[in-house]
């Protein structure tokens, strides 16, 4: 990926990937980002969501914008790793990178959600990345996430 230094290109987040395509969970630390990736990964393959679900990154992820798109990927040292609260790391399934198609911000424990929200977008490297914003504690978070995920590779 692009010729620019590793620690230049690496935002704090954590992204799984479904089909080829990511979405990169954004939170402070310990808000649940990981806790969130583990209940998707564990969440694929059924009637409903029928493609399996990967890791891509946990906690830093390296963006890059190339061929029209974003691309995430996660730093060799840490690829395939995911931290569960009470067992450290853990080896996960995981992809090497993913399309960037969605960005889920985690809100904080009570914050409303929109029922029905206007659709929403953040800006990453000059691209815009529709957005959306989870409980992350919620029994329905995983699948809110990668129905919205599904949604977006869909469209592309």
């Known amino acids: ?17 479904m089909a080829g395509k990511a979405a990169l969970i ?3 630390s310990g808000a649940g980002k990981s806790d969130l990736a583990l209940r998707c990964i564990a969440q694929g393959g059924s009637a409903l969501l029928p493609f399996a679900v990967d890791l891509v990154c946990d906690d830093r992820a390296i963006i890059v914008a ?9 730093p060799s040292h840490i690829w395939g790793k995911l931290e569960v609260r009470g067992q ?3 080896e996960v399934p995981a992809v090497v990178s993913a399309r960037l198609v969605l960005v889920v ?6 914050e409303p959600i929109e ?17 959306m914003r989870v409980n992350p504690f919620e029994a329905s978070a995983p699948l809110k996430v990668l ?7 869909n469209k592309l």
């Open 105 to 110: 911000d985690l809100a904080d424990a009570g």
């Open 88 to 90: 450290g790391i853990v």
């Open 1 to 17: 990926m692009a010729d620019v230094p590793e620690e230049h290109r690496t935002w704090h987040g954590t992204a799984i990937a």
């Open 147 to 153: 129905l919205a995920l599904q949604r977006m590779g």
């Open 26 to 28: 954004r939170g402070a």
């Open 66 to 74: 190339e061929c029209g798109y974003l691309t995430v990927a996660a």
């Open 115 to 131: 029922r029905l929200p206007d659709p929403e977008h953040v800006e990453i490297l000059g691209h815009r990345v529709v957005s």
